[in-house]
């Protein structure tokens, strides 16, 4: 089993931004593409960003191309993801992910493995 626990959640005025963090604990040398979803209010649960194992393979939605940047430090089994230039639409519940996929997905139901969720908000 793999335990994800997210922190740096808060709130944020618009154009600011936030750090989120995941630590992953337990049976992490199963690890491969780590990411972010989230879920707005009212919405369905998104994907956000995903990366390979090596780091050298970076994805992201449309939404947040340009103003997130995922990044990962496989020695503390962590995954960050850098908000900059935040809107009240990024306002949701944000979730790390993670699985054994080689090569990451958008697709939430390909994630064996999720955090518990950090809130995001953005008040303009």
């Known amino acids: 089993q793999v335990q994800l626990v997210e922190s740096g959640g808060g709130l944020v005025q618009a154009g600011g931004s936030l750090r989120l963090s995941c630590a992953a604990s337990?049976?992490?040398?199963?690890?491969?593409?780590m990411g972010w979803f989230r879920q707005a209010p009212g919405k369905e649960r998104e994907f956000v960003t995903a990366i390979n194992k090596s780091g050298e393979n970076t994805y992201y939605a449309d939404s947040v191309k340009g103003r997130f940047t995922i990044s990962r430090d496989n020695a503390k089994n962590t995954v960050y993801l850098q908000m900059n230039s935040l809107t009240p639409e990024d306002t949701a519940v944000y979730y790390c992910?993670?699985?054994?996929?080689?090569?990451?997905?958008?697709?939430?139901?390909?994630?064996?493995?999720w955090g518990q969720g950090t809130q995001v908000t953005v008040s303009s």
């Open positions: 337990g049976r992490t040398f199963s690890i491969y593409a």
């Open positions: 992910v993670a699985d054994r996929l080689y090569i990451p997905t958008r697709s939430r139901g390909q994630y064996e493995y």
